[in-house]
């Protein structure tokens, strides 16, 4: 009984602290989720694309996640610096998936999957 509550109220408190501010050049939240977006469409691109070895697979990728950040007027350190501080701060990666997720399946309902 102690480990719940004791469990229970660390849950609690954790809830209660302040989500840390991105730091300063972090993508927001809106740029990481049309960013996410196109880059899971380009996974599921290559991956549906049959070719001859995990490399070509791999520079395939690269070309479009290379696209996509030009697409959006960033580069990739700054995408990874960003991701970065998203993946250690949870709540914020909790909204923007759940974002992605949606932004996905209303493209699906409508057709619009590339």
């Keep these: 009984m102690k480990k719940y509550f004791l469990g ?7 809830a209660c602290v302040e989500r840390p501010q991105p730091p300063l050049g972090t993508l927001s939240q809106s740029q990481m989720v049309q960013i996410l977006t196109d880059v899971h469409l380009a996974e599921a691109k290559t991956s549906r694309i049959t070719l001859r ?9 690269q070309r ?12 990739t350190a700054t ?5 970065r501080f998203y993946l250690e701060n949870t709540g914020y990666l909790d909204e923007i998936y759940q974002t992605v997720v949606d932004t996905l399946s209303q493209r699906e309902k409508q057709g619009r999957l590339k």
């Design 79 to 83: 995408y990874r610096k960003s991701l």
């Design 53 to 61: 070895s995990l490399d070509s697979s791999r520079t395939l990728y």
């Design 64 to 75: 479009y996640e290379e696209e996509i950040l030009k697409n959006y007027r960033t580069d």
């Design 8 to 14: 229970g109220l660390l849950w609690t408190l954790g």
